[in-house]
């Protein structure tokens, strides 16, 4: 604890910082691949769409001594299509159908009841429409779009463009992790699921947003000095933000997880889970991304501005001239990019050679 | 959002902490009193939580209708199916639109799960009978009057108390004969001229009769079949007055065959004995309640299209000749007579205006009826929830066990980190959390919000949400203790940039609730509204009670002098010595890294003060 504690002075006093910005091509890597990944995952696996997507019924049961594979043979006995039964925490079963019509399932759920040795009217059932789960997603799409298009004329207002454009761009990003690791392990996409990725929507903005907040005030007077590159500024950003985007992440992942792991091993799969489990995936990818995705785009793309390349000029100019008079770089003894003509260098490691 | 105005709020917060606490106690105690006053001290469980039936209904488009769903007929139909829900007795039971074309009818445990879907799916209908006979609601005594015979001349007991013939004949068979059908298109001819109207009564009506009446014998009328005796009998004994019945009645009678109907008249409950549709819904192309300046009384004026203006023209033609109550025609929506107006001549024009006795509601109430009927919307099943209580039960309590878990870690965790300062967040979840929980029980009263299972996950994933701008103030208090400053400054100069950051990041998740909310259907929206609820009360709250407690907590001994619990030791923060700090004035631009003028506040060791929070 008080180990973070002291990273946190030490970061914030510039003494530890990773390179975030300066080894961005490593991070948009990493992410290229796992988007490659998860596209690639999701055209040859596909998701495992759950009930709601292609009709028919979920049982619920109380607590019952039957067997699973009991369960299994008497629903699909029962209904004529094959079934999925799984064990809850309650002692109850699950028991879903597909295909099954919606009038077919009153008598599924009473032969149930003999079979399985419960109470017809102890026995839940949700019988959806194929319809059902398409309609939430369409809608779910809708809402994608509605959402990006708010959040980028916001994001452009209260930041500038730049921002909007790299924060749309990690968005998308966390989206195709997250349905990617669905189609990788299988997990089944539900209702809750889409919810859930809608959810990350905000999260992923919001840790985005806090770290864009603290690059625009740090670069708010950047042309009237001539220390450092906007790249730098970036990086210090990151750095200076990184305790707090952990510690958000780590607190808003707890309650998620106990959702996750009491909730959804209580009841075994459910709303809860579906809920919790997309945002658990989503989550981790939108901390990811708004440190090593959404900052160096920025950087990227401010870089190319006129203004930015005249200060970097003047920065590695002043720098040069310090150098050659011998002085001790006060705040930048790390060399300068190599080359003026070269990606801005990042600055995570500058202060950390002089004073470790 | 980004730029926070210099308010009253924030000179407030800064100057007089305890105003804004005063505020938000007193928020607290009215939300707690209001909740104590209505007698709803929890929120309203949602039908997934609570037991019962959900069925989740979408509105189908008609071919040729492109614009037939619009919020006027989804809310006529929710009234429908409001009347409908209520015909099965079932109190508590909420019909409400949801989303553009969906309506979700919630019926709590207890009731007949298949009846409700069975009555809640179809598509409403609205006729035009002819009126053979009325009563009173209650069964009439075995007193048989002595009448023609239905077959002879459809015009029996002419005063309105009075039965017609019953036939000692009380077979339940229906009999949906091909005459009748047949017989039953041509209708006015059927029913007024040629004669007979072959009714099929349905296997409940039967079963009705079966049930309750001991029919009095009559001279079985010449040439009446069977069934028309039948319905005859059974109109003696319905008894409009019993829920149940009225529930039943006219279920699954085609429109073409005779009837049965309750409905009210002046307040109570009256029966009728109906003949074939003459016309139907479709064929009113509008119809509203207005008022006749010339008498100063409300109307309800109806257009009908070109067919549906001659076949009124021909029922009207018919009634106008008859005798009461038999020159009436009901209007029936879904079985239920909702006005009976009498007829004293053929109206041919193709519009019509039905008077006497109404109030501005009824005509309105009435004008929407008869258009509505005009444009049907049909709806399909999209989804059918029943879930018991107890496994309702067992979910929300895994969902309060994952929250308690889930919160308790999020307090493990602040309290690790920020030792002292956690409890400032502590207390604040706490009131955020009271907050929370009084306006969802009042909501419950006032808007019919339910606590469903995604809207308590809602409220745990929010515990992160909220967690979070306590995060980013005591992040940036923390930076400031760092600059060397002492407490009381350093939470003041803190708030400006916390307070930006905070607003930002909850606009972008209010954001994503809203939109949420508005595009999702059913159970979804409960949980958009949870993080929508949540988000906009944590603003509260970080502005009214946990920036103000902390100015509070900066006077404190405690918390001043930095001590190792506080979380604010500036020791263990790394704050730079004085003698440093001296070194960086004089070095430095002298701006400070935290007086947020940017990048030129390149200190020695604290370059920028890039990091936010």
């Keep these: ?356 | 959002m980004a730029a926070p105005k210099k308010g009253r709020r924030p000179t407030g917060a800064q100057g007089r902490p305890g105003r804004a606490l005063a505020i938000i106690l007193i928020a607290m105690v009215a939300l707690t009193a209001g909740m104590f006053l209505t007698g709803q001290t929890t929120p309203r469980l949602g039908i997934d939580l609570a037991g019962g039936t959900s069925i989740t209904l979408k509105a189908k488009s008609e071919p040729g209708k492109p614009g037939a769903i619009n919020e006027t007929n989804m809310n006529t139909a929710v009234g429908i199916i409001e009347r409908r829900v209520n015909g099965l007795g079932v109190s508590e039971a909420e019909v409400q639109t949801q989303g553009r074309d969906h309506i979700i009818v919630n019926i709590p445990k207890g009731t007949n799960e298949k009846q409700a879907r069975d009555q809640v799916g179809t598509t409403a209908q609205l006729y035009f009978r002819p009126v053979l006979a009325f009563a009173d609601g209650k069964p009439i005594a075995p007193q048989p009057t002595p009448s023609t015979g239905a077959s002879g001349s459809p015009s029996p007991s002419p005063s309105t108390s009075g039965a017609p013939k019953a036939s000692g004949d009380k077979s339940a068979s229906p009999t949906p004969s091909s005459s009748a059908t047949s017989q039953g298109r041509a209708v006015p001819e059927a029913l007024m001229a040629t004669g007979s109207p072959t009714p099929t009564p349905s296997a409940s009506e039967s079963k009705k009769a079966d049930d309750k009446a001991p029919t009095p014998s009559a001279p079985a009328p010449s040439g009446a079949d069977a069934a028309v005796a039948d319905l005859q009998a059974k109109f003696i004994a319905l008894d409009c007055t019993d829920e149940k019945q009225r529930a039943n009645v006219g279920l699954g009678v085609k429109p073409t065959d005779a009837t049965l109907a309750c409905g009210k008249r002046g307040g109570t409950w009256g029966k009728w004995l109906l003949g074939p549709a003459g016309v139907d819904g479709k064929d009113v192309k509008d119809a509203k309640g207005v008022v006749d300046t010339q008498r100063g009384q409300w109307i309800v004026t109806m257009q009908f299209t070109d067919k549906g203006a001659s076949k009124f023209a021909k029922i009207t033609g018919e009634l106008a000749t008859k005798q009461s109550p038999q020159n009436q025609f009901a209007i029936v929506l879904d079985n239920e007579v909702v006005s009976d107006p009498y007829v004293s001549q053929a109206l041919t024009g193709g519009s019509a205006e039905i008077s006497g006795g109404f109030t501005q509601q009824t005509a309105q109430d009435l004008g929407n009826m008869l258009s509505y009927g005009a444009l049907p919307l049909s709806f399909q099943e999209d989804n059918v929830t029943t879930v018991t209580a107890a496994l309702g039960g067992e979910q929300l309590k895994a969902g309060l066990i994952a929250g308690a878990i889930g919160l308790a870690l999020v307090v493990i965790y602040l309290l690790a980190y920020y030792r002292g300062l956690a409890f400032i967040a502590i207390i604040s979840l706490m009131v955020s959390g009271v907050l929370t929980y009084t306006i969802m029980a009042l909501l419950g009263k006032a808007i019919g919000f339910a606590l469903n299972l995604p809207a308590v996950c809602g409220a745990i994933v929010a515990i992160g949400i909220t967690a979070d701008s306590f995060i980013v103030y005591f992040e940036r208090i923390r930076d400031e203790i760092r600059e060397g400053r002492t407490l009381r400054p350093a939470v003041e100069r803190a708030w400006p940039r916390a307070r930006r950051t905070i607003l930002v990041s909850d606009f972008v998740s209010f954001l994503a609730a809203a939109v949420l909310f508005i595009v999702t259907v059913g159970k979804v929206q409960g949980f958009a509204f949870t993080l929508g609820l949540t988000t906009l009360l944590d603003v509260v709250v970080v502005f009214l009670f946990t920036k103000p407690v902390m100015t509070l907590l900066a006077r404190t001994k405690f918390f001043s002098s930095g001590h190792p619990w506080s979380g604010l030791d500036p020791k263990r923060l790394g704050a730079k010595p004085p003698l440093r700090r001296t070194r960086r004035t004089g070095t430095g631009t002298g701006t400070g890294s935290a007086s947020g003028s940017g990048a030129n506040a390149a200190a020695v060791s604290a370059p920028i003060d890039a990091k936010e929070a």
Excluded: C
């Design chain 1, 1 to 356: 604890m008080s180990k973070l504690g002291d990273l946190g002075a030490r970061l914030y006093r510039g003494e530890v910082g990773y390179d975030f910005v300066g080894k961005r091509f490593l991070w948009y890597g990493v992410s290229i691949l796992i988007t490659i990944t998860a596209i690639v995952a999701l055209a040859v696996q596909g998701l495992n769409m759950g009930i709601e997507f292609r009709g028919g019924a979920v049982f619920t049961t109380p607590k019952t001594s039957a067997s699973v594979a009991k369960a299994t043979d008497s629903a699909a006995k029962a209904s004529g299509h094959e079934a999925l039964v799984q064990k809850l925490g309650t002692g109850g079963l699950r028991i879903q159908i597909s295909d099954l019509d919606p009038d077919a399932s009153t008598a599924v759920k009473k032969q149930l009841a003999t079979d399985l040795k419960v109470n017809a009217a102890d026995i839940n059932s949700d019988q959806v429409g194929a319809s059902w789960g398409e309609e939430i997603a369409n809608k779910a799409w809708t809402g994608l779009g509605v959402f990006m298009i708010l959040v980028v004329i916001y994001l452009a207002i209260a930041f500038e463009w730049r921002m909007a454009v790299a924060a749309l761009v990690a968005l998308i990003h966390d989206l195709t992790i997250t349905v990617g690791v669905y189609a990788l392990v299988g997990f089944e996409v539900t209702p809750g699921t889409v919810i859930g990725l809608l959810t990350i929507l905000g999260y992923s903005l919001y840790d985005t947003v806090v770290v864009f907040d603290g690059l625009k005030e740090g670069s708010k007077d950047i042309t009237k000095q001539t220390r450092w590159t906007f790249s730098e500024i970036a990086n210090r950003s990151i750095n200076g933000t990184l305790v707090r985007s952990i510690n958000t992440t780590v607190v808003a992942l707890l309650p998620v997880g106990a959702l996750l792991f009491i909730g959804g091993g209580f009841l075994g799969a459910g709303m809860l889970n579906d809920i919790s489990l997309s945002l658990f995936v989503g989550l981790a990818a939108g901390a990811y991304s708004s440190i090593f995705i959404a900052t160096p785009l920025v950087v990227d793309l401010k870089e190319r501005e006129p203004a930015m390349k005249a200060l970097k000029k003047r920065v590695l100019a002043k720098r040069a001239a310090a150098e050659a008079k011998g002085e001790s770089p006060d705040d930048f003894t790390e060399e300068p990019g190599d080359g003026t003509e070269v990606v801005a260098q990042g600055r995570g490691g500058r202060a950390s050679g002089r004073r470790r």
